[in-house]
């Protein structure tokens, strides 16, 4: 049986779009936020401090991903005192662990001086909240991923 040019043209491209649909591997999950490390205070002026961790996600997909984008508020004790923003272009590996930086300042004033100071220099506990989120991208197909996660950390 032969096929005119415009149904082996038609039926070639079915074939071609179906190639890539099902070669295209998508996450099966999205990646999870497993823990928030190294959380500390490294930089204290009259007014603002810089808060520093370090966030540990997993990625059970077996694709690699762009880490694209973080978009994280901080809590403090229940009361906002930070944003976390960055524009990256790091590169997330397949069914592994990867970190995060996460580089706040915030206002010592929302907090309260002297629970800022007593806490700083006391070592006191406190909660600290994470929400978000971060952007990874597969095969150029943006992802949001939400973060919500809270810790009681010595400060």
Known sequence: M???PMRSKCLISIIAIVIVLTGCTRPEE?????RVTNVEVTKVTGKEALLNADAIFFNPNRV??????VEVDVELEG?????IEHSMKTKIPANAEFTVPLDATFNMKEVGL????????????MKVHYRGFIKVTVHGLPIKVPVDYEDEVRL
Do not use: D, N, T, Y
Request: glycine share 12%.
């Open 30 to 34: 999205a990646p999870v936020l497993k």
């Open 2 to 4: 032969r096929l005119g």
């Open 79 to 83: 009361k906002k005192i930070g944003q």
């Open 114 to 125: 002297l629970k800022s100071v007593l806490s700083m220099l006391g070592g006191k506990k």
């Open 64 to 69: 690699s991903m762009k880490l694209r984008k």
